[in-house]
């Protein structure tokens, strides 16, 4: 288990911009990829963004160009959303992967963004 505490969700106009924040334990390390997810009721969980340990930037297509993700620390990553719409309305998961064999991939709970007028 890897303990991840997210923060940063609520409810927003859309147009708004929200900030999620992810931080981690001890056992990440800076070659392991930090990002976000986010999943709604009957759908599959999505990528919104990951940041490699070397820093290579991946986004979902419907973010592009509106959402930024970056890593504050190495057990810390953030999700800037920018002009947000109904249509980004989930839980969004934090999510850290350790990019070796064997593959570990880890989850937080999750954090409710709602976008709304």
């Known amino acids: 288990q890897l303990p991840l505490v997210e923060s940063g969700g609520g409810l927003v106009q859309p147009g708004g911009s929200l900030r999620l924040t992810c931080e981690g334990s001890?056992?990440?390390?800076?070659?392991?990829?930090m990002g976000w997810y986010r999943q709604v009721p009957g759908k599959s969980r999505e990528l919104v963004g990951t940041v490699s340990g070397g820093g290579q930037k991946r986004y979902g297509e419907s973010v592009q160009g509106r959402f930024t993700v970056s890593r504050r620390s190495v057990r810390t990553v953030a999700l800037q959303m920018d002009n947000l719409i109904p249509e980004d309305t989930a839980v969004y998961y934090c999510?850290?992967?350790?990019?070796?064999?064997?593959?570990?991939?880890?989850w937080g709970r999750g954090t409710q963004v709602t976008v709304s007028s």
């Open positions: 999510y850290v992967s350790n990019n070796e064999r064997p593959l570990r991939e880890y």
């Open positions: 001890a056992g990440i390390y800076s070659s392991y990829s």
